[in-house]
């Protein structure tokens, strides 16, 4: 019987002093995971070590473990695994950036300003290399060379490219009346805001004018000269018989 009582009062004892010399299960910690998380028992003075999942690094060169403490507690974590930093992205001449963090896996987006194409890869990751790939380029848009405008030119704004917001303005030739936009402009989506215009011929010729005003000015001298030569005549004639009745006067005096 007291055996059997002896035995039934170790029995209990010894599970509890087993239990009583161990820690739970380590804590799970941000950024890190338990090495040898196999492990299921955890006696006092064990210590249960970390190591940073991918991605994080160690914030300091404390200890990476934690201790399992006499009153069965565990100690506090004197390291930190924290996300990799890959600092603020660059900024890019005539675009910007839009990032959710810097952090890693985080992803920076440019877009370049209105105007102007991007060339290059226009995402970038945080890795633990830092940003991966080159920052883009922004250039400005550039418009295909105008159609040439048949009896008429270019007047200004002629050159070998055209950026976005270079202007053309064109003239016709003399005798060529322009229909449509005297100007036209290259737009940010790479098109001319217009089409070119067109030179057509005038209704009337000016050099057909100019015979025609040259004919009636020279008719109308004629016409005034010939007015001028018959008022001479008539002056002569009235003089010459004034002299002629002077004359008949004075031979009826005589007589």
């Known amino acids: 019987v007291w055996d059997q009582h002896f035995c039934a009062l170790t029995v209990p004892v010894a599970l509890v002093h087993s239990h009583s010399t161990q820690c739970d299960h380590p804590p799970e910690l941000p950024g890190a995971r338990i090495a040898y998380s196999y492990l299921r028992s955890f006696r006092i003075g ?4 970390y190591y940073c999942l991918y991605g994080y690094q160690r914030e ?3 200890p990476n ?3 399992c403490q006499d009153n069965l507690t565990w100690s506090e974590p004197l390291f930190k695994c924290v996300a990799k930093d890959c600092g603020f992205p660059e900024d890019i001449p005539n675009g910007t950036y839009v990032a959710s963090s810097h952090s890693f896996g985080s992803i920076v987006t440019y877009t370049c300003d209105v105007g102007f194409v991007s ?3 226009a995402v970038r990751r945080c890795t633990l290399q830092g940003w991966t790939g080159n920052l883009p380029i922004c250039q400005r848009v550039r418009c295909p060379a105008p159609d040439q405008v048949q009896n008429g030119k270019i ?3 002629f050159r070998p490219l055209y950026m976005y917001q270079d202007s053309i303005r064109y003239e016709c030739d003399a005798g060529y009346q322009l229909f449509g936009s005297s100007v036209i402009k290259c737009t940010s989506n790479s098109t001319w ?3 070119p215009p067109t030179c057509q011929r005038t209704t009337k010729e000016p050099s057909k004018n100019t015979e025609i005003l040259t004919l009636l000015r020279q008719s109308i001298m004629e016409e005034e ?3 001028t030569e018959e008022r001479k005549l008539l002056a002569a004639e009235k003089a010459a018989l004034e002299v002629l009745k002077e004359a008949f006067e004075l031979i009826d005096i005589a007589c």
């Open 46 to 49: 064990h210590r249960t070590q």
């Open 60 to 62: 300091s060169s404390a």
């Open 65 to 67: 473990y934690i201790t």
């Open 119 to 121: 060339f290059g890869r």
């Open 155 to 157: 007047k200004t704004g």
């Open 193 to 195: 805001d217009h089409q």
């Open 225 to 227: 000269n010939m007015i």
